[in-house]
């Protein structure tokens, strides 16, 4: 039984657009199975439209259901409401969004290195953080809900109709709404996914073993779009291990802009508009290889810009552990690289050695038809090496991914009889979560309605809000044939 969180503060503010939000600030046991453990602040804003007509009736503000946002990640804060594209469209159709900062990011007790360290040594640290996956982020909703909607719970039934909210949920923030479609379904009106069906497996490697492939794919739409950057690629990975790893540091003096590093701006393509992303970095960094001979402040500057990982590590810390069952995750992602040799070429130190022309020349052929790939959504163990942040956060992270007494996430007997609406868009050429992945899991959820479409990437709630939010709407309201 969850008890409901204590409201700390509510403070509201108007913002262009005709919105109030209000900042939120809750109060939650970090561990709910022991809540002597102590306690976690979280953070939420809430919007709604406000009619700023003066009212003669001075009636106050009607009661509207409630829609709460799950952001992706895990590991990253939620914009605020008047930032987020699809805003207006959902407040157009009736509701109060809440958006809240996942327990460990944002401003809710948020998670980093320094904050870390005041919970004790090593082992203390990674107890901690075991407390910050979606089975305690679902129970921190259910805490907020019924903290938002005490006051309609005189004289009615605690799972009354009132008292449910809906979830829309983007990529890990699907996962999140599975979880709690299964453990508490009674206090969910409906459910909009976005990207955001997880895979019926007990940890990641399956995820990954097809994640490759389609991370293959886009590379090669990368290079047919771009295919003077074939070349520039490879020259930005000659320079970047002139001298190993260390050729050029990074803010902070204490990591470096490794080939390896540099390679993951791969996760970019994942988005509407990613592979223009990454093809402007590789035409500045290269623009100055031949201009000046380096890479200038503002060129790494750029490429850290891309790579949020030291500002948001539980995205490093949990990502993988965010599938595991019973299981430990072992570096899932580093594993399966294994068996895809074409993202490892044959040395990348070599390519220090290589001459800049002769030899280049007479190998264009050949490096056209082998250009060097980037890496997608994935963590890999040299990142302790390249990000500052990380690199103190290395005894941890090798202790979390041995973790194997995960609890489970999803309750598969319960979503094979769910009762609450579900409605999820599912994108055939999603980078980050699997097509095939996606639709077994939507068979094992009773009554979902999905939208499957080849046209959208991961971002879609981003990049094309309108189309994909009308065609889920679209099934909640029973207008299609």
């Not at 903290?147 to 009615?156: I, P, R």
């Not at 997880?198 to 990954?208: F, Q």
């Not at 490794?258 to 990454?278: T, Y």
Request: hydrophobic share 35%; aromatic share 10%; charged share 25%.
């Amino acid at each position: 039984m969850i008890q409901a969180a204590k409201i700390l503060e509510q403070r509201s503010h108007l913002v262009p657009g005709k919105l109030r939000i209000t900042e939120h600030f809750f109060q939650v046991p970090r561990d709910y199975k022991n809540p002597g453990l102590g306690n976690l602040t979280l953070f939420a804003r809430s919007a709604r439209k406000v009619d700023s007509t003066p009212s003669l009736t001075n009636k106050p503000e009607p009661k509207l259901p409630w829609l709460l946002y799950l952001q992706g990640g895990p590991g990253f804060e939620c914009a605020s409401p008047e930032k987020q594209p699809w805003i207006n469209f959902i407040l157009d159709k009736g509701y109060q969004v809440l958006t809240l900062d996942q327990r460990g990011t944002g401003l809710s007790t948020a998670i980093s290195q320094s904050s870390l360290q005041l919970r004790g040594d090593e082992n203390v640290q990674t107890e901690y953080l075991k407390a910050f996956r979606a089975d305690n982020i679902v129970r921190d909703c259910e805490a907020i809900r019924k903290a938002l909607t005490a006051d309609q719970s005189e004289g009615v039934d605690e799972n009354a109709e009132e008292r449910k909210w809906t979830i829309m949920g983007q990529s890990f923030g699907g996962f999140c709404c599975t979880t709690y479609l299964s453990f508490f379904p009674d206090g969910v009106k409906e459910a909009f996914l976005l990207g955001g069906l997880p895979p019926v497996r007990n940890n990641p490697d399956d995820v990954y073993a097809r994640l490759y492939p389609r991370v293959k794919r886009r590379n090669e739409a990368y290079y047919k779009k771009y295919p003077e950057d074939v070349e520039r690629v490879r020259r930005i990975v000659k320079f970047l291990t002139r001298f190993g790893d260390t050729t050029v540091r990074v803010q902070g003096g204490e990591g470096y802009l490794s080939a390896r590093r540099f390679l993951m701006l791969g996760i970019s393509f994942l988005a509407h508009g990613g592979i223009d992303q990454v093809h402007e970095i590789v035409l500045r960094a290269d623009n100055d290889l031949t201009l000046f001979g380096h890479l200038t402040r503002p060129t790494v500057i750029a490429i850290e810009h891309a790579q949020p990982w030291d500002t948001n590590v539980i995205y490093f810390l949990l990502h993988e552990p965010c599938y595991c069952q019973g299981a430990a995750a072992n570096w899932s992602a580093n594993r399966v690289l294994s068996s895809n040799p074409e993202f490892i070429p044959e040395d990348l130190h070599a390519f220090a050695s290589k001459p800049d022309s002769s030899d280049e020349q007479q190998d264009g052929a050949k490096n056209e038809k082998n250009p060097v790939l980037f890496t997608g959504e994935m963590i890999f163990p040299h990142m302790f090496d390249s990000f500052p942040e990380l690199k103190k956060l290395q005894p941890v992270g090798e202790a979390l991914a041995q973790v194997s007494d995960w609890p489970r996430l999803y309750d598969e007997a319960q979503l094979a009889r769910n009762e609450v609406p579900v409605y999820a868009a599912v994108y055939m050429d999603d980078m980050a979560v699997d097509y095939d992945l996606s639709v077994e899991r939507a068979q094992g959820i009773k009554g979902i309605k999905t939208f499957v479409t080849n046209t959208m990437y991961h971002n879609a709630i981003r990049a094309k809000t309108d189309e994909v939010l009308q065609q889920l709407f679209k099934l909640k309201e029973d207008v299609i044939d």
